[in-house]
Each structure stands twice: as C-alpha cells, then as structure tokens.
C-alpha cells in the first residue's frame, strides 16, 4: 500500500548563495520509513531557487553564485525596480534555475550521485527565511 | 487508497511572454476531490516551456520576456534557420526555463507561495494553441 | 492499486552535445505493464543533465551544443578549475538546464509531444558513462 508524507523546510539564508539541505532531506525520508518512492522539493519563492549541485568543492559554489549575478545583470534594462537592484535580477536567476526538483528513492537511499548535494539558492541580498515543501510518495 | 487524474489544458498564446494559468491548475485540482498529493504540469512542445513566477507585478513578466529575448539570441550565428529567425532562440529559451514542474498538493491547497503563479512562457512569434498535461496523484 | 518501478540506464557519451534516450524510456516503461501514471528521470551528476528538446532536425542540437559552450564560457573569471577548463563550465551548463524531468503517461503513451525527445545533456570533453534514475509510479 503506497502513501504519502509532507514536510516544510525553512532554510535561513544570509545573502545571495547555495545553502544545502541535503542532509535535512534526508531525514525528512528517513523518519517516515519509505523505502522506495519520489521524493519532491519545492520552494515557496520567485526570487530563490533549487539546484543539485557538487557539493565537494567550495569554489563550484562561489563560480555558480558569480556566473549567475553576472548574467542575470548583463541583459537589457529592467523596469521592475521597486523593491530595489537585486529584485528583478532575483526573478531572472529563478527564471533560469528550477522551482521544482524531483528525487527518486530506491531501497531506502535517495537516487543522489556521489558528489551531488540539494541547494537552496538565494539571490536576494537581505536575509530571508525559505520555504521548501517536500513531498513524499511511495 | 491513492488514485490518480489527467487533464491537457490548451492555452493560446498570441506572441512572446508569459500567459498564466494557476486558476485553470487550482480548478483541475480541486474538481478531482484530492486533499494531498502531487501535481505535475508538462509542456507538449519545445519552442514554449512552464515558468513559476511572480504575478504580482506585471512589470516582472515584461522584464522576464525582454531577458530571455536578448540571451537567446546573444550567442554564436545559429544553423536552424528553416522556420524563420524565432525559430532556434525559441528552442534555447525552452532550454533556459523548464518543460515540466511538479507542485505538492496539502490540505486541499497547492503549495504555491503568496507570489507564485504558473505561467506558459511562449517563444514564438506567430499565435499557438499550446498544451500543457497536468497529472495528479494522491 | 498503484504500483512503482525503478530502471537505472547508462547513457555511454563522447564529448558534449545531446544524446536522446527516448527509445530506452518508451521500452522501461512498456515493460512494466503500468498504463497511467508519471515518469520521472533523474541524471546522477553534475556536469551532465537533462533535457527535453526537438529531435527532428539535428541542426537544433548543434546550435543548443554550441550556445550553451558559449553562455557558459561568457560570464567572469572561473575558480573551479582543478580538473580542466572543461569542469566548471559543465556545472554552470547544468545548472542553467534541469537534473529531473516528469513526464505523465497516459493509456500507455508518455505524454511528449510530436517532435519532443528526452536527451542526456553532456558538458564534459571527455567519454562519460552516465546513470540516469528513471522511476514510474502509476
């Protein structure tokens, strides 16, 4: 018999930036003894995003934050400056990641590569809490 | 016991941009009488990909369109000229944004933030009829 | 009553581009008698990903090949450089595109359009062997 469960993640964020959650999600799998099924995150924002990324190597990080504040500043000008210079480059850099992710869950073990780590990443400057729905099934 | 539903929803675009159809996604959701569970949306096509964003500010659907305009058409001189020059950016453009996006369902509500709309991003010029299938399952 | 599988594919590559897996998803999922539900795939790295595209005219992944080793190449000075000036543009290649896709199935057919083909997207020069995790529950 399949069934589900349902977890909120706040992920507290101090600039823009991956902040993992791997670990969280993991336990979030564990705890409701789940052996095989899909694991689905996803994040309540338009100016944070989801990425699987390396998660060895500090600097892949750091290159991934630079290469997207680059870009998502290099395009036309923008009219939707209200809330400030790093709102509508926040927009872009979601636009241009993911807002949902799903992850497999095979024999009690999330089908996660050997390097790959889950990330929340922010692209405002001030500090946010964010929320990432998780969903099982299986 | 779980159970599943589908719908393909059409949605006419008539030139570039973002085209919202979170209503259509809550009606769906809310005719199949599933309290939890999950929603995936999927574009049927490769020149027009699904998009969470803000729908607060229209402004920010605008900047979206302007971005991804100029990226997808910044890069090296482009081969897939046959079905005129919006053709092949519409094609990277799809490949910049996601083809599908998966939704947790809890308590009756998609886990949509207090900004989050769904949106259809079209990439070409000419007018379509676009189809998005939604599967749930809970 | 519902029920899962689980099918981990190698996709052998040789040097980046598109390598369409279509044929060896339609075959998974025929083979386990499931007739509606939803299909996910998940590619276990970080410098390889995912990507739905046209597979009509291989003109449309060249120019996708030579955009994304463009955009990727563009943007500031790189840190991550330990294995080749391949690397960190690999990951910054699959961050811009996706690490899983759903896919529902539908009285026995996947959902994709006309010309749609599911492909491993490479980044690396060199010959990978890559796993793909595709998981159906339906």
């Known amino acids: 018999m399949m069934k589900q469960a349902f977890h909120t993640l706040t992920v507290p964020s101090r600039g823009p930036g991956l902040y993992e959650f791997t670990d969280e999600a993991r336990n979030f799998v564990r705890g409701e003894k789940i052996e095989n099924g899909l694991l ?3 994040v309540r924002h338009t100016s944070a995003s989801l990425l699987i990324q ?4 500090p600097d892949v990080q750091k290159d991934l934050q630079d290469f997207f504040a680059w870009l998502a500043k290099s395009g036309p000008r923008l009219r939707h400056i209200t809330e400030g210079p790093d709102d509508m480059p926040s927009h872009i850099r979601s636009a241009l990641t993911q807002t949902s992710i799903g992850i497999p869950l095979h024999k ?7 390097w790959q780590g889950i990330f929340l990443f922010e692209h405002r400057d001030a500090p946010h809490r ?6 099982l099934v299986g």
Chains 1, 2, 3 share one sequence.
């Open 40 to 42: 689905t995150c996803f």
């Open 54 to 57: 390396e998660n060895a190597d």
């Open 108 to 114: 009690g073990r999330l089908a996660l590569g050997t």
């Open 130 to 135: 964010r929320e990432v729905v998780m969903h």
